[in-house]
């Protein structure tokens, strides 16, 4: 078979990409490969069909009919096992190849598991696919008590989601920081903490596992100081990594992810990256980093599609400038949001970042009633924010962020009021003042 | 699928910070006295003195239905509407991430994200606006319903860059559909296509080239011609402010007063602006123009422009209006009643407009100085109905913009001095006075009266 748009992914980079091709390009055929036999949905969401939140038929980002209208060739139930760039073909796990002209890898991440001895033997559980969420559901059925190892979103979201279910939770992080530590700082993890452990999860911070043994509802956690946690279900949230071992000749250049420019260009001619899967520019350092979160997949799925698709002035203010244009990637800002027990916060861009040098924080903590916010300003910008049952639009804080918008005399103002002193400056920022001159 | 939507269009210097609309909005749609459920907000609490609300903007590539993990949010491609599906959403609020505008957030009395829906296309915050600083465009669905029509004018146009007549002529033509006849007397339309090039015209429609000072009356005959042979046509003239105004004026007062069966369209450019930019009746006091030229001996027009519309009114018309292309949506109900009155008898519509050479501003402001000419009341809207007998303002401004913010825009007033803008201004709230005290009494009061 031979294709003129591949895309080997099919969540939100794949589908932005697909979405822009289809904008500039109605009639190149275009084929997307999924490695699950469903329609196409957001690992993002797994948590949620664990907690009962949402039933699995509701979830689909698009229908039949998106593929149908869009002319899109999606195959599903495949996997890539190989991609051949001197030849530009893909072999499927099935033995078929598919011949591509333009191939856009946006296969996300997959778990990692920690070196603990014992655990790959172990019949343990993680949370990254359609089918890990069934597994975690039918094993949580009959099971009394859980171990969750990791206080990542994956974590956190499944010890919450068990513990609602009835399990007794027992929460093991190796080192002594506090939760979530990629996204919030020890203050306000700390609060986070605080409200997992009141809603009765056993939280096991400073307990290195060094053993994980036995299988179906019957297993045996041990960690460093020799404790055992006897329990029925282990799952693991110890981390991603990019997907991307179908590349078995070492052409495209690979980092933690694979390493692409601001138009989602890898080092080989006509194959595209984005999403949990690339590692692009950094918003901050400037450097090569991953950032696997869904705002950023869509984000480089749509750059990857208009640059594949090929929009002609793009393209060429690209190459001629030599550096962004309006429609490259801007660099990868961290930010997300996590939802626990009726409670809200979000972390954004340089969110873990401490009184020092160049940096000035505003703090605000009631512990007391599970409200904390910080802001990061670098000199009159800001640069990052955490909020716990705050009332901030986050979205607005991100554009004040990325648009680097100097908040002069305004900045004692803001600490004051965040709030309004935020949507009015992007309010004077989004609309252009109309002026009329001869 | 429609092409364009109707909008929630924010007016934030016309804000007075009342609060009304998120009191309107928390009522309507969580029946709470709690403005906390209100999908608009005001922006508040600042030392300075600055008001104006943040709504949904219903964008064309929304952020926030791209990063819904749950295909919660989606874009209706009928209403333009983002819509958020309730049973879907998982509350992981990733969609107020995306969003730059404040227009999804999330409410912690609901525990749930709330957005505008612009209440089904009768948005309740617009209701209560007193300052009328929110306004539901609907001049989308003007577009939506002309898109598909059939263009009856010629896709090259010989007008100067900028010209407000090419969309003026395009519409008027489209929504009158191609059962017409076009009366284009000398002047910018002629020599921009409605007569043509060599023996070839530029319209669609049967159209021809009456002198100046015969427009009506040949448009007239024509119409009486067709009647006669049992063909309903729309008998239309496109004729400048010299041709309908000054040269035009007496073929003009003899078939409204006859009642004849036409809808004549005066574009009023304020001056002879085809063949040199000389002044003409409709040229307003201080003008600019290549006959009233500025100088040591004269400072531009030294009389003021005589009202056209009004006297027009004087006829027994059955429909005189006045329009801007700038409000396209009054613009084609206008010509709709226009048109349908020209079958009953006289229907006059008086079009302001713009030319951006003669009167001397960038190209590009056409529906910008358009605009100014009605907020600061230099231009009313308004339409009155013989079978009514009532003058109404179409588009009353209660707060208008001083008149220097429409003269500032135009380098043919630039000489002016303090005294004469004043002398501008007192003539348009004059006329603005005498309109409402029409409105007020009724047209046959002020017959009576005269």
Request: with cysteine; hydrophobic share 35%; net charge neutral.
């Amino acid at each position: 078979m031979q294709t003129k748009y591949l895309i080997i992914g099919s969540s939100h980079a794949g589908l932005s990409a697909a979405d822009e091709i289809r904008v500039q390009d109605q009639k190149g055929t275009l084929t997307m490969i999924s490695m699950e036999n469903c329609l196409p949905y957001s690992p993002t969401i797994l948590p949620y069909i664990v907690e009962g939140k949402v039933e699995e038929k509701d979830i689909y980002l698009r229908d039949e009919k998106y593929f149908k209208d869009n002319k899109i060739n999606y195959l599903r139930g495949k996997k890539v096992i190989q991609v051949s760039t001197k030849t530009s073909k893909v072999t499927l796990d099935d033995g078929s190849e598919i011949g591509y002209k333009k191939l856009l890898v946006a296969t996300g991440s997959e778990p990692t598991l920690p070196p603990t001895p014992g655990l790959k033997e172990s019949s343990h559980l993680v949370l990254r696919t359609m089918e890990d969420a069934r597994k975690i559901n039918q094993a949580a059925q009959n099971a009394k008590s859980a171990v969750v190892m990791g206080t990542g979103l994956v974590g956190m979201h499944a010890a919450e989601a068990l513990g609602k279910k009835g399990l007794t939770v027992e929460l093991i992080r190796g080192r002594r920081r506090a939760v979530l530590p990629n996204y919030f700082d020890n203050d306000s993890g700390d609060l986070i903490h605080k409200v997992f452990v009141d809603n009765g999860i056993r939280c096991n911070l400073d307990h290195q596992v060094t053993q994980v043994e036995g299988k179906n509802g019957n297993l045996k956690v041990t960690v460093k100081d020799g404790t055992v946690f006897e329990t029925n279900m282990v799952v693991v949230g110890t981390g991603v990594k990019s997907r991307m071992n179908f590349f078995t000749t070492p052409d495209v250049e690979l980092g933690e992810g694979i390493l692409v420019d601001n138009m989602m260009r890898t080092s080989v001619k006509n194959v595209w990256a984005a999403g949990d899967v690339a590692q692009a520019t950094d918003f901050f350092s400037q450097k090569k980093e991953l950032n696997p979160i869904l705002p950023d997949a869509f984000e480089q799925g749509k750059i990857a599609g208009l640059s594949m698709a090929g929009d002609p002035a793009v393209i060429l203010a690209f190459e001629e400038i030599g550096r962004q244009v309006a429609l490259s990637y801007p660099g990868g800002v961290s930010m997300n949001t996590f939802n626990f027990y009726g409670n809200r916060s979000f972390a954004l861009g340089l969110s873990l970042v401490e009184e020092k040098d160049d940096y000035e924080v505003h703090k605000k903590n009631v512990p007391e009633k599970c409200i904390y916010q910080k802001l990061v300003f670098q000199d009159d910008v800001l640069v990052g924010a955490i909020g716990i049952n705050i009332t901030i639009d986050p979205g607005v804080m991100m554009n004040l962020i990325r648009r680097g918008i100097h908040l002069n005399k305004a900045r004692d103002e803001f600490i004051e009021k965040p709030l309004d002193m935020s949507r009015r400056l992007m309010w004077n920022n989004w609309r252009g003042v109309v002026k009329i001159g001869r | 699928m429609p092409t364009a939507y109707n909008t929630l269009v924010v007016h934030p210097e016309k804000c007075n910070g009342c609060g009304d609309c998120e009191i309107a909005c928390a009522k309507v749609k969580a029946d709470s006295s709690d403005v906390a459920h209100s999908r608009i907000k005001m922006i508040k609490g600042l030392g300075e003195e600055f008001f104006g609300p943040v709504v949904c903007m219903q964008c064309g590539e929304p952020n926030c239905v791209k990063s819904c993990p749950a295909h919660a949010l989606t874009k209706n491609p009928d209403t333009g509407i983002v819509e958020w599906n309730k049973d879907r959403c998982v509350s992981c609020t990733i969609c107020t991430l995306g969003c730059p505008y404040s227009g999804i957030y999330y409410n912690p009395l609901v525990s749930t994200v709330i957005k505008c829906d612009h209440c089904g296309g009768d948005p309740e915050c617009v209701k209560v606006c007193k300052p009328k600083a929110l306004e539901y465009s609907v001049e989308a669905t003007v577009y939506d319903e002309q898109g598909p029509l059939e263009d009856l004018f010629g896709p090259d146009l010989a007008a100067c860059m900028g010209c407000n007549m090419e969309i003026l002529v395009r519409h008027t033509l489209r929504h009158l559909g191609p059962d017409t006849v076009l009366a284009a007397p000398p002047g910018c339309l002629p020599g921009v296509c409605a007569v043509g090039f060599n023996a070839a015209t530029g319209t669609q429609v049967p159209s021809f080239h009456p002198l100046l000072t015969n427009t009506a009356s040949m448009l007239a005959g024509v119409r009486r011609y067709y009647k006669r042979i049992g063909r309903d046509v729309t008998a239309l003239a496109l004729a400048g402010d010299g041709g309908a105004a000054d040269v035009g004026f007496q073929s003009l007062s003899g078939a409204a007063e006859r009642g004849e069966e036409i809808l004549f369209v005066c574009i009023d450019n304020e001056g002879y602006m085809n063949t040199g930019m000389q002044r003409s009746g409709t040229t307003p006091f201080g003008s600019w123009t290549s006959t009233t030229p500025v100088g040591p001996n004269l400072r531009g027009k030294p009389r003021d422009a005589k009202y056209m519309p009004l006297i027009m009114l004087m006829h027994n018309c059955e429909y005189v209006a006045t329009a801007v292309t700038a409000y396209m949506d009054d613009f084609h109900k206008k010509l709709e009643k226009a048109h349908q009155a020209s079958k009953r008898g006289f229907a006059y519509l008086h079009v302001f407009s713009p030319c951006t050479t003669g009167w001397r501003y960038p190209g590009d402001k056409s529906i910008e100085v358009q605009r100014r000419a009605v907020v600061s009341n230099t231009f009313p809207l308004w339409e009155y109905e013989r079978k009514t007998g009532k003058l109404r303002f179409t588009h009353p401004v209660d707060n208008p913009e001083p008149i220097g913010s429409y003269i500032a825009m135009l380098g043919k007033f630039r000489h002016l001095t303090k005294d004469e803008i004043a002398h501008l201004q007192k003539t348009a709230d004059d006329r603005v006075r005498m309109l409402k005290a029409i409105e007020a009494s009724g047209v046959e009061t002020l017959k009576a009266v005269s």
